[in-house]
């Protein structure tokens, strides 16, 4: 497994910066966002949209659906020596933002 570069504190505050919505987790190594919507069927057409996203990005989510609740959570896990955030998260949370 190659290593992505890890973003800085200064790129990681204007991820969060450009991204509000978002908050960083995991001691600044991921972000994650909260999307509520008015049923099931809302949340899994949301989680397909951000599958086909994610296949174009060639890079994954970690999620969690309870029925119309949808967490998700972006880190790299190749960034640095033992992963975190890197450009692919800040491009996944940007095209993920643009679906809601």
């Known amino acids: 497994m190659s290593s992505v570069p890890e973003l800085d504190d ?27 919507f008015g049923d099931f069927s809302e949340a899994w057409g949301f989680m ?8 174009s990005h060639d890079h ?12 998700i959570t972006l880190t790299t896990h190749d960034a640095g020596v033992s992963g975190g955030l890197s450009l692919r998260d800040a491009k996944m949370a940007r095209a993920i933002g643009a679906l809601v």
Do not use: C, M
């Open 60 to 71: 994954h989510p970690e999620w969690f659906n309870v029925y119309a609740k949808v967490e």
């Open 10 to 36: 200064a790129d990681r505050e204007r991820l969060i910066s450009d991204n509000p919505e978002w908050e960083l987790a995991r001691e600044g190594k991921a972000i994650t966002r909260t999307f509520q």
């Open 48 to 55: 397909n949209r951000v599958a086909l996203i994610a296949e």
